[in-house]
């Protein structure tokens, strides 16, 4: 992984073996964004940038599930800003918009899981999709680090679609 940065645009460039299968979400707390790339491992040489980027503060890089098949990628900044993903040939390409840029991104005009709860409504999950298959929760675990990340996993007996704003999302569970 290496970040990169213009006048414009700081690029954070995620280097893969394949073509990914990726889910972002722009979120509030911790403020950035969290990518998701299903069936994938962290390189055993794996080292994050050390030097931040402005407005990036830090990049981590963990598994997102006991079992270890996908991998989170957080970019903690310290500002909200408008971002996309663009896959290319190794990998994908995170641009993070510096404040003023006045391009309008897919991210904020169509984001792809979710953008922040401050502007829009919350997502309605309390019915299932008429064709979804229904599983049954089979617990719940409540996660936090000491520097105040946090995630909430419901675990599942069935991979469960649901549906944010209208968007059907492929489940990863």
Do not use: C
Request: glycine share 4%; net charge negative.
């Amino acid at each position: 992984m290496t970040v990169s940065g213009s006048k414009d645009q700081v690029h954070v460039h995620i280097k893969t073996d394949r073509k990914p299968a990726y889910t972002s979400i722009k979120q509030d707390f911790p403020l950035g964004v969290a990518v998701y790339l299903p069936e994938t491992a962290i390189s055993q040489d794996f080292v994050p940038s050390a030097t931040p980027v402005e407005p990036i503060q830090s990049i981590r890089a963990r598994y997102a599930d006991e079992t270890k098949t996908t991998t989170k990628i957080d970019v903690l900044m310290n500002q909200n800003l408008p971002y996309e993903v663009l896959e290319k040939p190794q990998g994908l390409q995170l641009v993070i918009y510096r404040p003023g840029m006045e391009k309008r991104t897919v991210s904020e005009l169509e984001p792809e899981v979710a953008s922040s709860v401050v502007e829009t409504m919350p997502p309605d999950l309390t019915a299932p999709l008429a064709e979804a298959p229904v599983g049954q929760v089979t617990g719940i675990t409540f996660n936090s680090d000491e520097s105040g990340f946090a995630y909430i996993r419901v675990n599942t007996t069935d991979p469960v679609p649901f549906d944010t704003a209208g968007r059907q999302i492929r489940s990863w569970i």
